[in-house]
């Protein structure tokens, strides 16, 4: 078989699990298979290496940002490799621009237009074992390009794809993906499958087990996809086709995203054409807007309120500014201070009632729900980041995720 197998952060936080790691693609290729390995920087590396950017400037450019968050999976690579040939094996590390994935412009949240597979494949031909440096690209220009944070999962699933891997392993911390964060709700279960639409939803909504772009992506290119930990032999959860669930539960997970801020627009003019206008420019800015509401007001304007993730606030400030000082919007306010909590399951397709339990169980504990947003298989709410823990514990109940 062809494997891909992807270790996260902490899989690789240091020189022993590095070592742990070697050990496992080892065990792995001497049971005949062929393995790519994927890693991502040691845990800790990218968010030191962003502190490090901040020292200088409240902005800096994407490019360099670029420049320098790819270097912390290039370390993890060549020693992971360094490791591998130590065990005797022939291996060779690779950035991402020679494993040949080919992005487009985006600066620190490319997203992958091709891989050229030659380089891989004629190495795996000769008998080596990859080691791919994840969340990185290059641009036609030659720049090196990033995929996002998290980015390391959507390299895997991606090169996975274009290889056409018999199975993609992602190792992290956690022994699979669970009913809600393990850390937040010890009563959480592991889940031994879940339908590709349902982890697409839970990573969207703030799961960061793994990148909602490397779901996506293992949908499209029908990647068999396995989450697990490197730190035991515990199976982990496949994340496959519904159709290849037996009996889908009303609710498989809950998220929580912390992660979001809300803004909100008063008085903006009631005609047609406004909206549009603030959200093409906000659009054309990529800046992801998820629940979005809008209210009349008495004097003939409407408010508009919506929500942006934190790091995308501050564009998102410049462009709801020139609006202001054109008049189309009176004024306009930011809250970080907000949390979003999401249900998530395929039957509530066919179930009534799964919406108003999650808003009764916001009102037997307290919360004011600030606002909902729904889809065919999710219910959001928006609700003061105090109250997150409460809210995730209160609906895991709700619901009965522990049984
Ligand atoms: P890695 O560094 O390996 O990529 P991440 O930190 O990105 O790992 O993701 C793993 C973390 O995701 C876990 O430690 C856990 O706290 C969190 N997580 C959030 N939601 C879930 C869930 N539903 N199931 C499992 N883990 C989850
Ligand atoms: N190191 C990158 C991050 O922390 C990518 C990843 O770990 O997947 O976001
Ligand atoms: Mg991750």
Redo the contacts with the bound molecule.
Sequence with gaps: MLIVQKF????VGDLDRIENVAARVSKTVKKGNSVVVVV?AM?GETNKLVGYAEHFSKNPASAEMDMLLSSGERVTAALVSIALQEMGHNSTAMTGRKAGILTDNSHTKARIEDINTDTMKCAIKEGKILVIAGFQGVNAKGDVTTLGR?G??LSAVAIAGALKADLCEI????S????????IESK?KKLDKISYDEMLE?ASMG???LQNRSVEMAKKLNVNLVTRTSFSDEEGTLITREENIMEAPLVS?I?LDRNQARISLMGVKDKPGIASDIFNKLAEAEVNIDVIIQNKAHDGTTNIDFTVPVSELLGAKAIVDTFVQKGDIKDDSYNEDICKVSVVGVGMKSHAGVAAKAFSTMADNNININMISTSEIKVSMVIDEKYAELAVRGLHDAYELDK
């Design positions: 996260g952060g902490t899989s991502s845990s998290g390391s999962d190792y992290t911390d956690v699979g993906i669970y009913t809600t964060d393990p850390r959480a839970l799961a960061k087990v997970g998220a």
